[in-house]
């Protein structure tokens, strides 16, 4: 009974930071699904990434917050208010998730696993033979609480962002991929050292404090 209660107080004090949160209520105010859009939008107005003509490839992108956003950037004209983007779309987004997606006006979903061959046969296809000038990836796995294979996973995640990148992403592309602080953390810097020109971390405001998450950002492939 004690543990039960004691899951029960933390539950409680999570929807309330939850219900108080700024992000959450200004998500709600602009018609975001998630609040996770706000950090992608400090990472891209502090770097520049995304501007409209652009292919932007979005990995992990249920519930679709972050299309949403890089929907917004890509349309000039958009209202400021409201979740659906209101001005033409410069550009192409794709978004990729093994969930499915509501419909986010304008952009192309393909729901599965971006590993299969089917699925990258029609990402390519949607692509047009073009390079994506953009991969952001929030792609995350069910931590288990077994750091060690937790950690595992997450590098896995990441690793497979930076073989799409070396595949798909543009020389003087940027890629913006979630990773958490933890065992290895160290390893998947490098890794962005050795692949990107440019590489830069990130801990957004939106991000909680209580997280370990941050954003790894690299810009501008190195020749392979």
């Known amino acids: ?15 309330n930071d939850h219900v108080n949160d700024t992000y959450v209520k200004l998500a709600k105010l602009e018609g975001y699904r998630a609040r996770a859009a706000y950090k992608l939008k400090e990472i891209d107005e502090t770097l520049g990434l995304i501007k409209p003509g652009h292919l932007v490839v979005d990995l992990g992108s249920t519930p679709g917050a972050w299309s949403q956003y890089i929907r917004r950037k890509m349309s000039p004209k958009t209202a400021t208010g409201g979740g659906a983007a209101v001005g ?4 192409t987004i794709i978004a990729l998730d093994m969930l499915p997606m509501d419909p986010v006006e304008g ?8 590993r299969e061959i089917e699925v990258l046969e029609r990402l390519t296809l949607e692509m047009k033979s073009r390079m994506a000038d953009v991969v952001v990836s929030d792609m995350a796995p069910n931590l288990s609480g077994i750091s060690s294979a937790d950690t595992a996973r997450i ?4 690793e497979l962002a930076l073989d799409f990148c070396q595949n798909y992403l543009k020389p003087q592309g940027a890629l913006v991929a979630k990773v958490f602080h933890g065992a290895g953390y160290d390893t998947l810097v490098k890794r962005f050292r050795e692949t990107f020109v440019v590489v830069k971390a990130m801990k957004p405001k939106a991000s909680r404090d209580k997280s370990s998450e941050t954003f790894l950002v690299g810009i501008g492939l190195k020749s392979q």
């Not at 009974?1 to 929807?15: D, I």
């Not at 590098?155 to 990441?158: F, I, S």
């Open 88 to 91: 033409a779309l410069n550009g």
């Open 155 to 158: 590098e896995h995640l990441v």
């Open 1 to 15: 009974m004690k543990s039960s209660t004691k899951s029960s107080k933390v539950n409680r004090a999570w929807l």
């Open 107 to 114: 952009v192309i979903f393909i729901k599965g696993d971006f």
